[in-house]
C-alpha cells in the first residue's frame, strides 16, 4: 500500500512561484511530480511507506526553504 501526499505553496505572484518551481526541478525526480498552477506550487509525493514519505516531504522542504530565501534575495 503506497501513502501519497499532495503539497500546495502559495507565494505572492506567480513569478515566484515559478522561480521557486524551477530551483527545484532537478532534484524531484522520481521522487515528487510538481508543477504551477499561477502564483502556487502543487508537489505531489508517494512513497511505499508513511516514514518514506516523511522523508521525502522533508527533503523537499527544505529545499523549499532554500529556494525561498534565494528568491527574495533575488528581488531585493
Same mark, same amino acid.
Not at 1 to 7: D, E, G, K, T
Given at each position: 500500500? @503506497?501513502?501519497?501526499?499532495?503539497?500546495e $505553496?502559495? =507565494? *505572492?505572484?506567480?513569478?515566484? %512561484?515559478? %522561480?521557486?518551481?524551477?530551483?527545484? @526541478? /532537478?532534484?524531484? +525526480? /522520481?521522487? &515528487?511530480?510538481?508543477?504551477?498552477?499561477?502564483?502556487? &506550487?502543487?508537489?505531489?509525493m508517494?512513497?511505499a511507506? /508513511?516514514?518514506? $514519505? $516523511?522523508?521525502? &516531504?522533508? *527533503? =523537499?522542504l %527544505?529545499?523549499?526553504?532554500? @529556494?525561498?530565501?534565494a528568491?527574495?534575495? +533575488?528581488?531585493?
Open positions: 500500500m @503506497a501513502v501519497s501526499c499532495v503539497l $505553496l502559495e =507565494y *505572492d505572484s506567480e513569478a515566484a %512561484a515559478l %522561480a521557486v518551481h524551477r530551483a527545484l @526541478a /532537478p532534484d524531484n +525526480a /522520481p521522487f &515528487v511530480k510538481a508543477e504551477t498552477r499561477g502564483a502556487s &506550487v502543487i508537489a505531489e508517494e512513497a511507506t /508513511p516514514m518514506k $514519505l $516523511l522523508h521525502t &516531504v522533508e *527533503d =523537499y %527544505a529545499c523549499v526553504a532554500v @529556494a525561498e530565501k528568491v527574495v534575495a +533575488a528581488r531585493r
